[in-house]
């Protein structure tokens, strides 16, 4: 490896690669059909079982009785759910499904008093014959429901979710899948790994035991048909994002402050058993290098091993750049300790942030590589682009951004995730083709090269179908080129 990171090593070409998402990290948009059988699969947040959740409120504190004051006044001052912050839900399914009761812990039903008062005293109620717009009916209006990991082992619980999941792992990635991988021109695949995993046999509840053989299968098959492999941290513990892909509990980022802790060694996020908050992110930081070092150390031999990204997708605001400067060091170290040449992949920040904020850290810290993700959506700027304003936005824009990110003696720049879906409607595949070739080859010219995403996405015959890469090479949509990878980004 060079002692900088201007350049990628000449015996290893500029990566050609596909993210193997929705796989070892779920992502329910990718496979939905892993949530269909969850009974009450539209609650999934902060649920004990099918019908009894604890509720989490704006100020991160949890909805429960005041067992303080008069027992029934419902009050939201504690960080820490318990029996009393623990309810029934009771649906009306035959009228609306979203219309609810709600038990609480000292066997009443919640009813509004007032505009600013809910207490836990009505008992009159015996079955939704009774009057279904009383004060203890609530309409259930959901703004949020995460389909992630944590949602779906949680969903099924202990018995089912162990079934669920291994099906899944056995049939969403096979080998076969590096085969064709290494026959269609990819050389690498980036690949989301969860903390969690690194616990494994005995990972914490929800999360169930597996995913680690599984990882250890990648590499055994990345090995056999010369595929080189990204291993990237997902998720993270406590959530990065707050998004699925990072098994968010409940859609809030906490990895950079506070988090829960279960009494016994780290188990986090369990809600059957006592929590207790700890809150210094020095503690978070050192969670976060154990996986990395865990990681590494486990593959540092294995001659497929490429590149160790610390964290994917940070959110700003939420994670501070001090912060995760902090971490980042930290992470390389880990890495280092194992291995000399392996690239430490740098995730850049989602959100609003300083597009070079990264560099000055990336260029003391030689076999660093910056990852940015583009895709022509998630903005409304796109909402109305035609065909060709996308693919000049490509080659002009893009191509523009990604040479202000790159200097001779600057750090390696890899488009981590990028995808050939837009907003336009009707498209024919001619026109995706070319909005495919100008990506890969705009994001071809990158120092260290590119990764789309993903492989496989199931909805692939309905409305993702550009989301899967297998599906959109089996069309003749996407061809790669053995020698797109190799021009400069100067050219």
Partial sequence: M???STVIEESIPPVRAVNLGGWLVTEGWIKPSLFDAIPNNDLLLWRISENRFNLRVSNKQFMGLDTTGNGIDVIAV?????????FEIIRYPSINKNLVRFLASNGSFLQAKTETLVTADYNGFDGWQDDPYHPSAFLLTINTNLHGEYQLTNGYGPELAPKVMKEHWDTFIVEEDFNFMKKVGLNAVRLPVGWWTTHDPNPPKP?????????????????KYGIKVILTLHAAPHSQSGWEPSSSRDGTPEWEDICWERNHFKDVFHARDGFHAWGHNDEIIDETVAVIDFLTARYATSPSLLAVELINEPISPGVSLERLIKYYKAGYAAVRKYSSTTYVVLSDRMGQHEPRELFALAEELPGSVIDVHLYNLFDPKFDSFTVE?????????????LKKLTSPNGPLIFVGEWVA??????????????????QMEVYGRTTFGWAYWALKNENHEVDRKHWSLDWMIKKGIVKIEPDMAKKSISN
């Avoid at 999360?207 to 090995?223: H, I, N, R, T």
């Avoid at 000049?392 to 893009?398: G, L, P, T």
């Avoid at 336009?424 to 909005?435: H, I, S, Y």
């Fill in 207 to 223: 999360y169930v035991a597996g995913s680690l053989q599984y990882l250890d299968k990648a590499f055994k098959w990345a090995e």
């Fill in 78 to 86: 504690v960080d820490t759910p318990g029996d009393s912050e623990t």
């Fill in 2 to 4: 060079s002692t900088g």
């Fill in 421 to 438: 879906e837009w907003q336009v409607k009707n498209a024919t595949d001619e026109q995706l083709k070319r909005f495919a070739e100008a």
């Fill in 389 to 401: 304003q996308n693919i000049e936005f490509v080659y002009r824009d893009r191509a523009k951004q």
